[in-house]
């Protein structure tokens, strides 16, 4: 999978082995929809509101969905729906645009000012990453 703009290309079908390290390491924010939120609590068939209560967090005008500390401390904190027993996102068919896109995010962009130093992260972070 290629993305104009970057490159470097994708290979989605490698989510599956790498352990879902683009969901947890340092804090950050997975930003998200009123309309994703929907999505996932009737994914989780849970209340909108209790979805909200539980896993979301207002930051400014925007939302974001709450970090917990993962419990090996090596791997830092991770995004509430990840499942550390299984290395994998426990919404994963419905997850934010935000994740669906990685790694085709600005700050691996070719325009980005540190894209030398981000892609270096990246390859090392994700081994779907084709250069």
């Known amino acids: 999978m290629r993305k104009v703009g970057f490159d470097f290309s994708f290979d989605p079908s490698k989510c599956a082995e790498c352990g879902g390290k683009c969901c947890y ?10 309309e994703e939120i929907a999505l996932i609590a009737e994914f989780l ?36 729906f990840f499942n550390e027993d299984s290395m994998c996102c426990d919404i994963y068919p419905v997850r934010p645009k935000q994740c669906q896109s990685f790694p085709f995010w600005d700050s691996y962009a070719d325009s980005h000012k540190n894209k030398d130093k981000n892609k270096k992260e990246l390859i090392g972070r994700c081994i779907g990453v084709i250069t």
């Open 25 to 34: 390491g340092e804090s950050g924010y997975v930003f998200l929809k009123i």
């Open 45 to 80: 068939n849970i209340p909108f509101e209790d979805m909200c209560l539980r896993y979301i967090r207002k930051v400014g005008y925007r939302f974001s969905l709450i970090e917990k500390t993962c419990n090996n401390k090596y791997m830092g904190v991770g995004c509430v």
